[in-house]
């Protein structure tokens, strides 16, 4: 997804509670490394934060912004 809203917002994955900034114009994307189907995705966009809560039985989860692995 991209940060289309002129400003920075806080990106929260959950069900881990991970943090991560997302200044804007910036691009992020969840990846999702094994597991199996189905997967659970559900997404919330708040006034300065967006909480996108993921599960997927098995899977490992990767974070990458503007093309970069955020660890």
Known sequence: MTNTSGRELLLVIEPWALEFSLPAGSKCEVVSVG???PSVIELEVLND???FYVETPGAVYEYW????LVD
């Open 35 to 37: 597991g199996t189907a």
């Open 49 to 51: 934060r967006i909480i």
């Open 65 to 68: 912004q503007d093309g970069v």
